[in-house]
């Protein structure tokens, strides 16, 4: 609509004067608050005018009420009787305005109107904080989970130190406001017991720490579009979806529940209930995909798609990339008659380290030609090499008789070189750890003196 506009509004129970203050200065501006909501609250334009605005809590308000209840109703009507009209409500907060000078203050008993703020906070802020906070938290292990199988992999994606971040800000903050609203609570009931009233709260800290929460939030999305859009990084949205997700189906339940004027507490009782069912289910869904599909995006480069058989009865859609990688099988091995080769390059960058994979594959056949995979890794931290060099050096359980075995450095004139066995018989994968870098070299067969040299000056070490 023309005439309105929406505004983030950071609400808490517990700073219902900051939200006196700033609708009474709307107001001042010609914006009049029509409509709450979680985040964004609807204000019609109008000419300025000079308002007082009076936030007060009604427990028995719920947004999964059908209908206002007849004690709200009454309640409404005492604060009309007052000089008070009613703009909206939130749950159980209820937002009434004034144009009078001074009009009657219709609460007077501040110690019923703390008791009010705590039951409603109970009802409704302190569950809603709980359940997010363990959505946050499930999510987080989900990704310990993911980083504990192959920290590289997790420390090298962008995404995931990203989705992250933004889980564990959120877990911070909400505990922060949870703790603030309890570290109010003592403040207020030591002020009441002292003849006063509810305890101001602390502006300068909320500002600060709302104001860097938000330039947090809307920072990742700004890098989250700027990834979907130039890095294909949609894998993400996995995990970025599932708030919305949540939401939706919480407020459509609702919704419909009170269409069909259930009534309050069964409403919650179904409406949290599936809540919960949908948050484990989508977890799951998400732990199957990663498992299925891991993190991998397309990388960008040109392909070529062909059909190749997989047995006599299949056929099976193939890319053939044809990226420029530094070290071939041609190189190695000299010049290969064959079409169908495979020239992958991937790479990734994160703050902790960078990973650049290279693949030379062919399809699968009897007399495929030879193949060949090398990961360059860069880290940042001494820590974070020590843990890429415990990673690739440890063996799964399930593989037996098959081990890593140090080589000499001098071959490729690294500090430490290693050399996979299987039983007592070499195979062609290395890890060589420089100062700086760790290279992992995948080849069929053990290199030769002549292969090092190759590998040496096309790799630059």
């Not at 579009?225 to 939706?248: D, V």
């Amino acid at each position: 609509m023309k005439g309105t506009t929406k505004r983030i509004i950071n609400f808490r129970f517990d700073r219902y004067e900051d939200t006196e203050n700033k609708l009474k200065k709307l107001a001042a501006k010609g914006l009049f608050l029509e409509e709450c909501g979680s985040l964004l609250w609807t204000f019609r334009k109008g000419e300025p005018k000079k308002l007082k605005y009076t936030v007060t809590y009604f427990s028995e308000g719920s947004v999964f009420n059908p209908d206002i209840t007849d004690n709200q109703q009454t309640y409404f009507d005492y604060a009309k009787a007052a000089g008070w009209n009613f703009v909206t409500q939130l749950n159980q907060m209820q937002i009434f305005c004034s144009e009078a000078d001074n009009p009657i203050p219709f609460e007077t008993d501040e110690k019923e109107k703390f008791n009010n703020i705590k039951r409603c906070m109970k009802k409704s802020f302190i569950p809603s904080m709980f359940m997010i906070i363990l959505i946050f938290i499930l999510n987080m292990f989900l990704q310990f989970n993911s980083f504990q199988r192959d920290p590289i992999d997790f420390l090298s994606d962008t995404s995931r130190l990203f989705s992250v971040s933004m889980m564990l800000v959120g877990t911070i903050y909400l505990m922060y406001s949870l703790l603030d609203y309890f570290a109010w609570c003592k403040r207020s009931e030591r002020s009441i017991a002292n003849g006063g009233g509810c305890a101001e709260s602390n502006n300068t800290i909320h500002k600060i720490v709302d104001t860097l929460f938000m330039i947090f939030i809307f920072g990742f999305a700004g890098y989250i579009l700027f990834h979907i859009a130039f890095e294909t990084g949609w894998i993400i949205l996995l995990f970025i979806a599932q708030m919305p997700i949540l939401t939706f189906v919480f407020l459509t339940s609702i919704k419909y529940l009170k269409r069909k004027k259930v009534s309050a507490v069964k409403n919650k009782v179904i409406s949290v209930t599936l809540l919960t069912i949908v948050t484990f289910a989508y977890i799951a869904f998400i732990m199957i995909f990663v498992m299925k599909f891991g993190f991998n995006t397309d990388n960008g480069s040109d392909y070529r798609t062909v059909s190749w058989p997989v047995n006599a009865a299949h056929n099976r859609e193939y890319k053939l990339y044809n990226d420029d990688i530094p070290l071939t099988c041609e190189d190695l091995y000299g010049e290969i008659d064959y079409d169908y080769y495979s020239y992958e390059e991937k790479k990734d960058s994160t703050l902790f380290l960078s990973k650049s994979v290279y693949r030379q594959d062919s399809l699968p056949a009897k007399n495929s030609p030879p193949e060949i995979e090398y990961e360059i890794l860069e880290t940042q931290f001494d820590f974070i090499y020590q843990l890429s060099k415990e990673h690739l050096l440890k063996i799964p359980e399930w593989r037996d008789n098959t081990g890593f075995e140090s080589v000499d450095n001098e071959a490729f004139g690294t500090k430490e070189a290693y050399q996979r066995y299987y039983v007592d018989n070499p195979t062609g994968e290395y890890i060589l750890l420089f100062d700086n870098k760790i290279i992992v070299l995948n080849m069929e067969k053990p290199v030769t003196a002549e292969q090092v040299k190759i590998i040496k000056e096309k790799l630059q070490i």
